[in-house]
Each structure stands twice: as C-alpha cells, then as structure tokens.
C-alpha cells in the first residue's frame, strides 16, 4: 500500500517533484523532515465501539474502531490474550482503491500496522488473559481508509494506537464456569507505545511523510516503528523495488528519531481527557 | 461486548419512545455534503448514532467490462459495515445481508438519474456505515442521493428514505436499534417527493392493509422533511464555496500586480 509507484504519472510531474527536491523544496513546501497537519478525533464510534479514532495527516484520513470480545487462547499461549490489527482499502478513500477481496497492499497495511502495534509488545498480553487456557479478551483493532493522499501506514498507526488508548471494556470474571462482570472497566494495557514514521527515498533525497506525488515518483520508502525508549521495534522497506543505501537508512532513522516524540505527544494529548 | 438487554418497554405510559421521541419524530439528523476530498461527490449522514459516509465516483469506465449497458450508465452502489460499527464485530468480508442492501439501494437511487447520460459508463456508489444504530439502508440513501448530487450526476430529485415500524402496536417513524430489533416490524420506504412515488420498499413483521398504508403515508410525511434537510444541506455546501464577497476583491488586485510584474514578491533568477 502507498505503494503507487506504478500508477501513471507524467513525466513533466515526476521531472518536476525531483527538480524541487534538487532545489531543497517540496511541492506542498513543507521542509524534508516536516510533517502535515495532524489531527487526531477520539470517540467516532462511541456508542458501538470500545475504543475509536479517527487520524488525518493533511488529505490523508484513516478511521480505527476496537472491538473487545472474549474466546480461547491460542494453544501455544495459553496465558495471553490477542491483539489483532487487519486494514482495508475502501474504494470510498481513492479512485485508484477498486472493491473486492484485499490485494498486496492491503495486507500490507495491515500487516506493517499490526506489527507496530504488536511486535513492539505494545500491548502486555498477559494482562488480557481470563482464565488460563480457556477465556482471554481478544483486541480487534481494525482500520478503514477514509481519504488517501499519501502515507496511509501513519496515519493507519496514529489511529490504531489513539483508538486503543481510547478503548475502555468491562472487565469479566470466571464464576461457575460463566462468564460474569464484575462492574470494572478495563484498559488495553499499553506498556510501550511504538509510533510508525515513513520516509520516502525520492532520488537522493529523504522525505518524510510522503505526499501521494511523492509516493508516486519514490524509489522506495521505509516504515519504522519507535517506542518510547527510541527503540526501533519494526521496520518494512516497501513502496517499489529502489535499493537504499546504509547511509540514506542513516538519515531516515534520524528524522524519524527526531519527529517521534511530537507524533507520541499528538496521540497521548488527544486520548488524555478520558477519565 | 457492550451486551444489549431487551427493554421493558418500547413506549412509556405517556407515548414517548425509548430515546423520548414522539412517534412520529425522526431522531435528530445531520446532513453534509462534500466531507471526502478524493471522490467526486461525497456526503455524511448521521442520524442518531447511525453514522455513515458515501462517496461517489464516476461516471469512469466500467470494469468489468462484461457489465456494460449501452443505453446508460450502469449504478454501482456497495454498502459495507465497518467491522466496529455493530455490538458484536462484524466479519469483514461482505455478508449476504449486505449484497442485498446493496442492490435494494441501487434500485432506490436509480430511478431519480439520468444514467442516459453517460452510456457504457459506471457511477459508483460506496457506502461504508461506521456506527449502526438501526436504518442504516434508509440513512445510506440519504447520504447516497447527496453525494451523487455533489458529482454533479444530472437527477430528477435527491431521494429521501425512511424506516417506519411498530412497536408495542404503535406505529412508529425512523426506528431506532431497539425498535428494529425488539418491535413488531420494519418497513424502510424511500420515494421521489415531487411525485411521492415509492422507489424503496420492504417490510418485516406483521401489519394490516390500513395499518401498512398509514405506515407508508407516515413515511412519505418523514421523507418530505428529509428531502427538506437534503437540500439545506446541499444549499451550505455550495453556499460555503461561493467567493466570500469583501476578502475576494483584494486578492483579485494582488493577482493583477504580480501579473503586471509590480509585485514585491522575491523572483528566482539563476
């Protein structure tokens, strides 16, 4: 996904975008490492979902809903509960996204988000556990593109990780073999929030926050996911076959390194008038 | 999660329902056109907690192309639920319930344009409900019909929709959730309120003839004021786009200086 680089563009837009970053600039005149407007809306779906937001980063929007529900453990977890992320391209959000059963870019949305989310251990499944081997919460966290205009991957991580601070559900007890309330509600347990940034390779320019133009013309771009200790929890190189250099991965982990913080205040601010 | 419980009543002693409607009342409803930037027409509705996006594409060539009609475009509207948008999480891959609002909603709509425009072409409709709290296929229809105005699609008139029901042996306009769920029947209706012709209309449940025509004269009565709030809505959009009259003028005269190079703005020599 994001991943148009085989979408037709002209030549005079492509020589245009790249002669513009030659000269520093950009072509809505952001700096290099300049986000868009980002704004985040808690609580769309506040009378369905237990957790919801909706992320826009400038055209781009994404809408993610929680759902909480209870089953089994998997077999070789039996103490944990599951978090999952799944993503969907609406034909509502673009011309170029068409009906159907998800294509590559979809799943790679939803994949790349997913292990955001999950990887980093953002989530401590442990406390999402029940009773051990036979009921645990299940997290579903899942994503609808609204507009795209460029760079779905953060805006789809900005709401996913707003919707799950978002997400408030009644915690349940075992008793007699049934499941009960037992008049508490809970949080997801964030233990580590990762926040997903994406630069695009342009030639030999780094730009973060790719516009769509950018994608279209990008040799490729890489998503990294940073937690709260700088760490990078994830990384996916995606959005077209260009080769990058250890030294253009050098300064897109730096930009990242340096824009994180500023994403992480945007979600905790938003989510931070609940309770 | 959220497990809902069946209420005592539908309607309380003094005829008001659940949410403090009359019967006759449509829960408060909120229309806006032209909230998706990338489609060529596009509208919300939220009508109580139902809230939902339609966007509109086209007319653009048809895929596949076996679909083709040669005497106008084909209309293409899919309804989809977001996984969130009910109690218990919706499978996302679309269900039959929702092929067949999808076609049911198509043939609302159709009626109201002039797909003979545009042969061989497709108008597509995509519906995406992100919170259900009942009508969901009569609010799709009011969002729908205002997106395809907002493509600037030649119509004949917006459709409005409507659900009417009953409860507790009421009848009762724009069921909520409850009522869908809990009362004695669903008739979504939707028509051309210049001719009051009906383009919409199923019905679940048990009801009477007189019983059934009186909820359908309900409906066209709940339809009217919808119609209404349509082109309120339509008439802001396009009020809101037309220039604001004092700040218009003077960038009209910067335009005119740079044009005539007396601008102070710095020039890019190399």
Known sequence: MGDFSSETISHIDRHYIKTLLDNGERIDNRAFDEYRDIEIEIGPVEAKAEGSAIARLGGTSVIAGVKVLTGQPYPDTPDEGVTMVTAELSPIASPMFESGPPREDAIELARVVDRGVRESGTVDTKKLCIEEGKHVYLVFCDLYTLEYDGNLIDAASLAANAALLDTRFPELKLEDDELVETGKMMKVPLENMAIELTASKIGEHIVIDPHIREEMVQDCRLTMAIDEEDNFTALQKGGGVGPISIAKIEEAMDMGLARVKDLRKLVLEATSNKD | ?270
């Not at chain 2, 229809?141 to 409860?167: C, F, Q, T, Y």
């Open chain 2, 1 to 270: 999660m959220s497990p809902e419980t069946k209420p005592d009543f539908l309607i309380n002693p003094e005829g008001l329902r659940l949410d403090g409607r009359r019967p006759d009342e449509i829960r408060p409803t909120e229309l806006e056109v032209g909230i998706l930037k990338k489609a060529d027409g596009s509208a919300m509705i939220k009508q109580g907690n139902t809230h939902i996006l339609a966007a509109v594409y086209g007319p653009r060539e048809l895929h596949p192309r076996h679909l083709t009609l040669n005497d106008r475009a084909y209309l293409r509207c899919e309804y989809r639920m977001a996984t969130f948008s009910v109690p218990d999480r919706k499978r996302p891959a679309p269900s039959r319930r929702e092929r067949e609002i999808s076609m049911v909603i198509s043939n609302a709509l159709e009626p109201a344009l002039f797909l003979e425009e545009f042969p061989k072409a497709v108008v597509d409709v995509y519906i995406q409900v992100i919170q259900a709290d009942g009508g969901t296929r009569c609010a799709s229809i009011n969002a729908a019909s205002l997106a395809l105005a907002d493509a600037g699609i030649p119509m004949r008139s917006l459709v409005p929709a409507v659900a009417v029901g009953k409860a507790d042996d009421k009848l009762l306009v724009d069921l909520g959730d409850m009522e869908d769920k809990y009362g004695g029947g669903d008739i979504p209706m939707a028509i051309i309120p210049r001719t009051e012709e009906i383009t919409l209309l199923q019905q679940d449940g048990s009801f009477k003839k007189e019983e059934l025509i009186e909820a359908i004269r309900m409906g066209i009565n709940s339809c009217k004021y919808l119609h209404e709030l349509q082109k309120e809505a339509l008439k802001r959009a396009y009020a809101k786009r037309a220039p604001a009259e004092d700040d218009e003028e003077d960038e009209y005269e910067d335009d005119l200086e740079t044009d005539l190079g007396e601008s102070d703005l710095p020039e890019e020599e190399d």
